[in-house]
């Protein structure tokens, strides 16, 4: 499963804070044998909190994570049919496509898929302004709030596919949708600020791997002649490379079809048919060398996307609405009809000749998460950060999953460590310098984000937690330039572990802390949605007493 252990991870560490009182965590600390991972500044956790009281009754990973895919295909399956069946009127159609849309979709292990339920909800609420004309911002506002604490890719995206959208309607925005729209980024900004502004000041802190725009880690980004196919290689692809054995190639295989198909009638579908199709075939011209991607889009924000091709992701969802807002109730009748029973088929299948491989994954990954809820730090099993995004730029892949390296004291030269204490998010020891009139620099084994803070006691002084750092050599920085990373002349080392100063022996506690940022951005996040309610509470009130 793609990404399976990443976000498992990230539910069971989730689990842990919440076990120990910490329910809006910063610092996932299960990820690299304990030593801590920042997915919470970079991921929205919102979607997580049931998946983890899953695991905390039960300890079994593998349920957690059904827990997790299924609140998604349930969403999906629910947005789908509320929003089709509102924007086109076709119920028994939406109905159809609430059961398809969610076999469109079931690497549950991929980010994007999380934000599925989402996408219905979106084209809704712009639909509701643009052709119902009902300028209520609450609806956007709170799906952009969701999208932007949920993964940050996806709101990107569906951030130009909602453009490409509005521009396609461009004649039907007036002046009160402008300022609709307007006011739903805002106070879905409202609604995100504290998650924000925890990504930006830790995005700020230091470089970090992800900044690198071409990396080639875990797997080399594709902008390259080789991999930007044409478009009628990108054609072919899509309607005769496909995997066999996945009926949600076989469900995409016939939407897009379908989508050709309607072209050939374009003239007489309906004005917001005529824009889904519009959008997905630019979002599919897009994906193909006629953009310059191995040129100039590989050098901007849009190389965060790795590969060109997820654009067409959500393209299904937008595919299917084109279906029932035409009210092809025949055609997705048919759709049902051959994928199901393919679904089901394949589904009795694999569980009938159950991979072995696969099962014995699965019960040790149990046994891992199992351990590691209860075990601090997490020192016995590796359970991988996936991509090291959030690690510094200097990062050296081999060395962070090498746990003799990483859980170690490095730079004892004048001190001694002993009475090594872990607990959560704490790090506790005492040190003893060999000669008191000389300060020792010493590397924890821990990763340095902003917000972690040091106590000393027992007569201990000394700095609070930092980078260890040096100046880069001439052959550094070239070299960075040539790979298209223009780097600061200070280079991390230790992988980004944190350093610390200590002038006088004693006691020391490491912890994460929460910024004066952080705290006021949770407080006024937490403020506008508390505002949020008591307006839709006194908008309630007012209706049911007319």
Not at 176 to 187: A, E, R, Y
Not at 382 to 408: A, Q
Not at 422 to 441: G, H, M
């Amino acid at each position: 499963m793609v990404d399976y252990g990443f976000h498992l991870t990230r539910i069971v560490g989730l689990a842990q804070s919440i076990r120990h009182g910490d329910f809006l965590p910063n610092i996932n600390h299960l990820f690299t044998y304990g030593t801590g991972y920042p997915t919470p500044m970079f991921y929205g956790n919102w979607a997580l909190y049931l998946p983890a009281l899953a695991f905390i009754l039960t300890k079994l990973g593998t349920v957690a994570f059904a827990v997790y895919t299924l609140q998604i295909v349930l969403a999906t399956t629910f947005s789908v049919y509320y929003c089709f069946s509102k924007m086109t009127g076709h119920r028994k159609a939406s109905f159809y496509a609430a059961i398809l849309l969610p076999i469109a979709y079931p690497l549950f292990g991929y980010g994007m898929t999380l934000m599925v339920p989402l996408v219905p909800c979106l084209l809704y609420a712009i639909h509701r302004v643009l052709f119902q004309k009902k300028y209520n911002p609450i609806p956007l506002a709170l799906v952009i709030a969701l999208l932007i604490q949920g993964h940050i890719l996806s709101t990107m995206i569906l951030a130009i596919t909602s453009i490409v959208v509005v521009l396609f309607l461009i004649r039907k925005l007036d002046l009160k949708g402008i300022q609709s729209f307007v006011t739903s980024l805002v106070i879905g900004l409202l609604l995100s600020i504290g998650f924000i502004l925890q990504f930006l000041e830790q995005a700020r802190s230091q470089q970090f791997f992800y900044e690198w725009k071409t990396r080639d880690f875990p797997f080399k980004t594709t902008f390259t002649s080789s991999e930007v196919k044409s478009l009628f290689q990108t054609l072919l692809d899509l309607f005769f490379k496909f995997n066999v054995n996945d009926a949600s190639s076989y469900l995409k295989w016939l939407l897009f079809a379908s989508m050709f198909w309607l072209f050939f009638y374009f003239k007489k579908c309906k004005p917001f048919t005529r824009v889904l199709l519009g959008t997905s075939l630019i979002l599919l011209l897009a994906t193909t060398n006629l953009l310059p991607w191995t040129s100039v889009l590989r050098h901007t924000f849009l190389s965060a996307l790795q590969y060109p091709n997820r654009l067409i992701f959500f393209v299904p969802i937008f595919l299917l609405l084109a279906l029932v807002n035409e009210g092809k109730e025949r055609w997705l009748r048919g759709m049902l009809v051959v994928i199901v029973p393919v679904y089901l088929f394949m589904i009795l299948t694999t569980y009938h000749f159950q991979n072995k491989v696969a099962l014995d994954y699965m019960r040790e990954t149990n046994r891992i998460m199992s351990e590691a809820y209860v075990q601090i730090p997490a020192l016995k099993d590796y359970l991988t950060p996936s991509g090291d995004e959030y690690y510094t730029i200097d990062v050296h892949h081999k060395e962070i999953r090498d746990r003799d390296t990483l859980v170690k004291f490095d730079e004892l030269n004048n001190a001694t460590v002993r009475n090594i204490r872990y607990q959560y998010n704490r790090l506790s020891f005492d040190i003893q310098l060999q000669d008191p009139r000389k300060e020792a620099v010493i590397v924890l084994p821990k990763i340095w984000y902003k917000g972690y803070r040091a106590t000393y006691s027992a007569g201990a002084q000394g700095s609070q937690p930092a980078l260890a750092t040096r100046k880069r050599s001439q052959s550094s920085l070239l070299g960075w330039l040539e790979k298209g990373m223009k780097v600061k002349e200070s280079q991390v080392l230790y992988n980004g572990k944190m350093r610390l100063t200590v002038t006088k022996s004693g006691h020391v506690d490491i912890y994460y802390q929460k910024t004066w940022l952080q705290t006021i951005g949770f407080v006024l996040e937490t403020a506008a949605w508390i505002f949020l309610a008591f307006i839709l509470w006194k908008y309630r009130k007012k209706s049911q007493r007319e």
